[in-house]
């Protein structure tokens, strides 16, 4: 069974500035340094772009992790996706959605995630793993924040 995540961050920033922010390659490894995490393959600094397929090493759970994840349709400012290629995942789909009304910008993560290993899976699904994919995306949309300028946060 798949879990819908969905996430409404807003920032006192152009569209433009957010999208490009979501697309820094270093922004996110900044974000997630207490996962130990690192691209190991792949594009490591700049902003991502259509086609780009990376490779990260993290530390979930105890445990390190692989995701291959894979950047597509892009249209920024307004959205871009990311799914997974290869990984720990039955599914991951990653949509990042960006609209502006009056100078300031609404993002929407919305991200589709399935456990592996059946009913065992569906379970950690409902008893911790949705709730800790949230929390990954409330650090990383923190970090984005934090990084705007002083006037913008």
Same mark, same amino acid.
């Given at each position: 069974?798949?879990?819908?995540?969905?996430?409404?961050?807003?920032?006192?920033?152009?569209?433009?500035?957010?999208?490009?922010?979501?697309?820094?390659?270093?922004?996110?490894?900044?974000?997630?340094?207490?996962?130990?995490?690192?691209?190991?393959?792949?594009?490591?600094?700049?902003?991502?772009?259509?086609?780009?397929?990376?490779?990260?090493? /993290?530390?979930? !759970? =105890?445990?390190?992790? @692989? &995701?291959?994840?894979?950047? $597509?349709?892009?249209?920024?400012?307004?959205?871009?996706?990311?799914?997974?290629?290869?990984?720990?995942?039955?599914?991951?789909?990653?949509?990042?959605?960006?609209?502006?009304?009056?100078?300031?910008?609404?993002?929407?993560?919305?991200?589709?995630? /399935?456990?592996? !290993? =059946?009913?065992?899976? @569906? &379970?950690?699904?409902?008893? $911790?793993?949705?709730?800790?994919?949230?929390?990954?995306?409330?650090?990383?949309?923190?970090?984005?924040?934090?990084?705007?300028?002083?006037?913008?946060?």
């Amino acid at each position: 069974m798949t879990q819908l995540i969905v996430l409404d961050t807003v920032f006192d920033a152009p569209i433009a500035e957010v999208c490009a922010l979501s697309l820094s390659v270093n922004l996110h490894l900044d974000s997630m340094t207490h996962h130990r995490e690192k691209v190991i393959a792949g594009r490591t600094t700049g902003h991502f772009v259509e086609g780009d397929v990376v490779t990260w090493s /993290a530390r979930h !759970f =105890g445990l390190p992790l @692989r &995701l291959t994840i894979r950047i $597509f349709d892009v249209d920024a400012p307004h959205r871009f996706a990311d799914e997974q290629v290869r990984g720990p995942f039955a599914a991951y789909h990653h949509e990042h959605l960006f609209t502006e009304i009056d100078g300031r910008t609404h993002m929407q993560d919305r991200l589709t995630i /399935a456990a592996p !290993f =059946g009913p065992l899976g @569906r &379970l950690a699904e409902k008893l $911790f793993l949705r709730r800790y994919i949230q929390t990954l995306l409330e650090e990383r949309n923190a970090a984005l924040i934090s990084s705007l300028r002083p006037e913008q946060r």
